[in-house]
């Protein structure tokens, strides 16, 4: 299989230390040398200065400026999400490597601890708030960031719903659960495990949320077996969130890794969809950029070649292939 390595190593230190680390399996110095460049070069260097003196983003939890995003911003008719507040920006930075000493050494957990709060009833940062992604998003980055988010796995593991998954629109009355809310709670669940430790409960519960997505094999509706959506077949890298059968794969694969098994024969018709999009230089591209104010832009254009989306494609095909 063709693999463009010269041309994903020449990438931000962000994305370069996961090749160094994950595809060509370098010694273990030299991919956290390249880490440790995250919090002074590139992407993770320009975030970090774009961060307020309360600890916060773009002064507010979820959106931009707090509860002043509703006065304003929300007089627009379905306006796409912003990507600038503080939860996105950690979600970045936890995903790039940084290391949580420097946002430490910034006492960042404690001022947010102290001054932010939720646009959601004005609920304290670290306690999480009833949308099933922001908790689960709050979970990673506590564990993360060394905080005690014990309460926040708690009410996850309260709203799962009783075919295994989640659904964030839990508190509207949803009883079965979607694949986007499930996927993004596993996610972060699978983090959580990874830097607290074992923990049965979150691995119980991470497991009974996969088996709800392999069971529609990622990407089809059980009752009818027809797409879950066309939403779900192209690929874009910042994930944010979003659903795709790229992602979906890509974390059954890390949790395979994490979990000692082999890969699951229900993840056969994704992985195709996967191989498919693959050009004959062994690239992906960008399929699309969902709309939305972001501080800067990490990836490529739409319709380009995608050094994200490449590296989580070589090796979700080179696992599958090798199993």
Known sequence: MTVPTSWLLDADPALRWQVERDLLELDESVWRATRARVATEGFGARLLALQDDDGRWAGGAFFPGGQAYF???????????????????????????????????????????????????????????????????????????????EPVLEHLLEVRRADGGWNCDWVDGATVSSV?????????????????????????????????????????????????????????????????VLRAADHVRRAAAYDG??????????????????????????????????WFEVDVPAGEPSRWLTLAGTLLLRWWDGA
């Open 180 to 244: 986007t809310s499930t996927l993004n709670v596993v996610s972060g669940l699978l983090d959580y495990e990874q830097r607290v430790g074992g923990d049965e409960r979150a691995r119980e519960a991470r497991r009974t949320g996969q088996e709800y997505l392999l069971r529609r094999r990622l990407m089809y509706r059980l009752s009818t077996g027809e797409l879950v959506g066309p939403w779900v077949l192209p690929a874009e890298y910042p994930y944010r969130g979003r659903y795709s």
């Open 71 to 149: 006065a304003v911003q929300r007089a627009e008719v379905d306006p796409p999400q912003p990507w600038t507040a503080t939860t996105w920006s950690l979600n970045a930075l936890r995903e790039w490597g940084l290391d949580a000493a420097v946002l430490r050494a910034l006492d960042t957990p404690g001022r947010l601890a102290r001054g932010c709060r939720w646009e959601y009833d004005d609920l304290p940062y670290w306690g999480g708030e009833v949308d099933c992604c922001i908790n689960a998003f709050t979970l990673a980055n506590g564990a993360w960031l060394g905080v005690d988010v």
């Open 261 to 294: 098994l082999a890969p699951d024969e229900r993840l056969a018709d994704a992985v195709e969809v996967v191989r498919a999009a693959r050009r004959e230089d062994g690239t992906w591209v960008r399929d699309r950029h969902h709309p939305g104010e972001e």
